[in-house]
């Protein structure tokens, strides 16, 4: 994975640099205008943050019955990625509401799981920082809860009410949108890739680090 | 063996409860003052805000249940005596199942007692349908103690346990306060809304069963220092 980050950094700063573009040429959206445009960034914020939560939970349990530390260090990065894509997913979805709608927050039932997801996983970041010591056991039987935890809510919160646009709007594009939506998504999971590589470094040069200090006692 | 195991854990801990009444009688307390702190919230000149009822039951059950959880390890931790219970040469998940049922029972004497409290405050008709009400109650109880059984038992050994358990507790068990309120509260109206109450029942009941086999699931490794 190491030495392909070069390379995969400059396909996405290529990607990021050309998707403004790509974004504006897109056609109008009939009903919504300029704000449609959300879209490009609103929906594949969401896509890198449930695949880094599922990156999440699958590690944390990896970690806990295999005792992998690099199944662990994965894990706490994704985590925090994730949280990063959701904040933005929880910032530029009301934007969208407000107009759309005409309401910042409309409790629906796809706006209120990612708002528990988001929660869930601040939660984790939480116990691994202030739990003392061996929280990172405790974190990722969190991450599997959580993961585990997305159909329960997913049923519990949708019989509630449903305004959010269906998931079957994204096949049913009108033309000239779905090229630029996919470049998008693509973009960010890359992004998101390249993200966790990074944090993933940082946690191996933290844990190299401890293992001299240890050694040095 | 395992059943064994898990209903000795549970009676040791009956005993204990039975002679103190320390944990029933700070969490039943603890119930009623929540109740009390949301009808000053919710009552208007001397009724209530429709729905207002299930929510102000559900919500004490959670906080009243958080309260009761940290405890339960609380008072193996001062006795030092959860590393004689690790140490039994029994199943390790005997042994959660065992605290489980402690706390089932516990929660569910508090809400017998809550429950005709709720009752008679908001003249809300809560024994309209006794059993769809029980059932709710029972498959939610569970629910919730499965999660926090197991967290607190994590937490035992963590230094910031009272602040961390509200934390990981409430985003899991969103869907029991989901389906615990709304089942309720369609039992509420004026017409009792059966198929809706079962339904919330049947979510609440395959909820149980998967958290409950994670729990099983993932004790023993949490526990092993």
Redesign the interface.
Known sequence: MKKYFIPLLAVTTAMFAYAPIMIANAPFEASMGLVSKIFYFHVPSWFAMFTAVFICGIQSAMFLFKGKPTADRIAVSAAEVAVLFGLMGLVTGPLWGRKSWGIWWPWDARVTIALILELTFIAYLLVRKFGGPGSEKLAAALAIFGMFNVPFLYMSVNIWRTIHPKTSVVPALPTGMPGPFWFSVAAYLLLMTLLIQLRLQLEERRAALDALYLEEE | MFAKVALLVLRKDVVIEAKSFEMFSTTLFFAVSCVLVFAFALVRDGTIVADAAAGILWIAIAFAGTLALGRTFERERYAETLRALLLAPAPRAAIYVGKLLGIVLLLAVAEAALVPLVTLLFSAPLFARPLLLAGLLLAGTVGFAA?GT??AA??V????RD??LP??LY??T??VI??GV?GTAALLEASPDEPVAR?WIA?LA??DV??IT?ALW?FE??MT?
Not at chain 2, 157 to 160: E, F
């Open positions: 999660v197991l967290f994590m937490l050994r963590s230094r910031t602040v961390m934390i990981l985003p899991i969103v869907p989901i389906a709304r339904m979510l395959a909820f998967v958290f994670l993932t490794p949490l220092e």
